[in-house]
């Protein structure tokens, strides 16, 4: 199955009371995740998580659907890298074919 590598946006309001809920879905997707990263608005009670992900379009969407149907939170996504298997270097030193256009762009 192919995956991307993806990052997905999670906005969460009121978050005291969907913290609990939104943890047990990335907990459920934790096999998935690469990086995830968060900052709290503690005046406010809301939350930002980014989460970096390797996922086919099924994994991500079926992700998305989850959080989104916790009420107060929105999640938006964009995938960086079609295709994770092309990140593996075809020899030690080599560069990803799938970076050299990302970063010179």
Partial sequence: MKQDICIAGLL????????????????????????RSGIPYSDCDRG???????????????????????GGVKVESLCLIDDADELIPAKPGST??????????
């Fill in 48 to 70: 930002l998580i980014n989460v970096t992900m390797k996922a086919s379009e099924e994994e991500l969407q079926n992700f998305k659907a989850e959080l989104n149907r916790i």
């Fill in 96 to 105: 990803p074919t799938a970076l050299v256009g990302f970063f010179t762009t």
């Fill in 12 to 35: 969460i309001n009121e978050k005291s009371q969907q913290a609990p809920q939104v943890q047990q879905v990335l907990s459920k997707y934790g096999k998935l995740i690469l990086h």
